[in-house]
């Protein structure tokens, strides 16, 4: 039930497993999550490394070495507040840029056309 809640606002199944282990194990290091859920220790490092990335899986230093625990379950509030952001961001990129693909497309404004052309020659220089 909670993992496919977690699928539908923006998990991968693996990373649901693993967010939902860590609320049962409580601090673990990811070799202990690794062998609870039955996945190698590489894969948890990886999606442990995603959830950190998102604020919802706190790491800290212990004498034992490394250990990961979840964050509180607002933080996916947070998670949200980021991603409106970056979309809301998008969005206004996008509404800048929108007129301008339009002229191109409609042939009124060589002016994007070169800057475009201009910026891919750069760009494909940076490359090589």
């Not at 301008?100 to 090589?128: A, H, P, W």
Request: with cysteine; hydrophobic share 40%; charged share 25%.
């Amino acid at each position: 039930m909670f993992e496919s809640n977690l699928i539908e606002f923006g998990l991968s199944q693996r990373e649901a497993k693993v967010y939902l282990a860590s609320f049962s194990l409580g601090e673990a290091p990811a070799s202990v999550i690794a062998e609870h859920l039955g996945f190698s220790r590489l894969t948890v490092y990886s999606i442990l490394k995603r959830l950190l990335s998102m604020g919802l899986i706190l790491s800290c230093e212990r004498k034992s070495g490394r250990v990961f625990c979840p964050a509180s379950p607002e933080t996916f509030l947070n998670f949200f507040d980021d991603q409106l952001s970056i979309i809301q961001s998008k969005r206004d990129r996008w509404t800048d840029f929108f007129p301008k693909l339009k002229r191109f497309f409609k042939g009124g404004n060589t002016d994007f056309l070169e800057s475009v052309y201009v910026r891919t020659i750069q760009d494909e220089k940076r490359l090589k």
